[in-house]
């Protein structure tokens, strides 16, 4: 399966104490493909990242491999926008979404009440 992983579960994992990297080991061991969108991948980047929190993630999830941010993904970003509740206040997660709904992945998060009410999308649980 593919999995975007979003930005809140990539700060889980990745930084700090490390408390989600066993998670994402295994989804890779049992053959979970994870990548990441041009837009996580933008906010991942603009925190403050250690050489070692950089590395694992590209361990990970290359950056060079990052699920652009498309003509296919704005469109379907836009219809999203349209079709859910407080859109004006979630633009970027509608965005990552819709990434991961073109790609039919599933996305990882640890904020699934952002993302429970989009149409298409499928949570992993990991």
């Known amino acids: 399966m593919t999995v975007h992983v979003d930005t809140s579960f990539l700060v889980h994992a990745l930084t700090g104490t490390?408390?989600?990297?066993?998670s994402l080991q295994r989804a890779v061991d049992s053959g979970d493909r994870l990548v990441l969108s041009a837009i996580v991948l933008f906010e991942w980047l603009r925190?403050?990242?250690?050489?070692?929190?950089?590395?694992l993630q590209e361990?990970?999830?290359?950056?060079?491999?990052?699920?652009p941010f498309d003509q296919a993904a704005?469109?379907?970003?836009?219809?999203?926008y349209r079709s859910v509740g407080r859109a004006r206040r979630r633009e970027v997660d509608i965005a990552i979404a819709a990434c991961a709904i073109e790609q039919d992945a599933a996305l990882w998060t640890l904020n699934r009440e952002d993302f429970n009410d989009i149409p298409g999308?499928?949570?992993?649980?990991?």
Do not use: K
């Not at 925190?47 to 590395?55: F, I, S």
């Open 121 to 126: 999308l499928t949570l992993y649980d990991g």
């Open 47 to 55: 925190g403050p990242r250690t050489d070692q929190e950089l590395a």
């Open 18 to 22: 490390f408390a989600g990297i066993d």
């Open 74 to 80: 704005a469109t379907r970003a836009a219809q999203l």
């Open 59 to 67: 361990s990970f999830m290359p950056a060079a491999a990052a699920t």
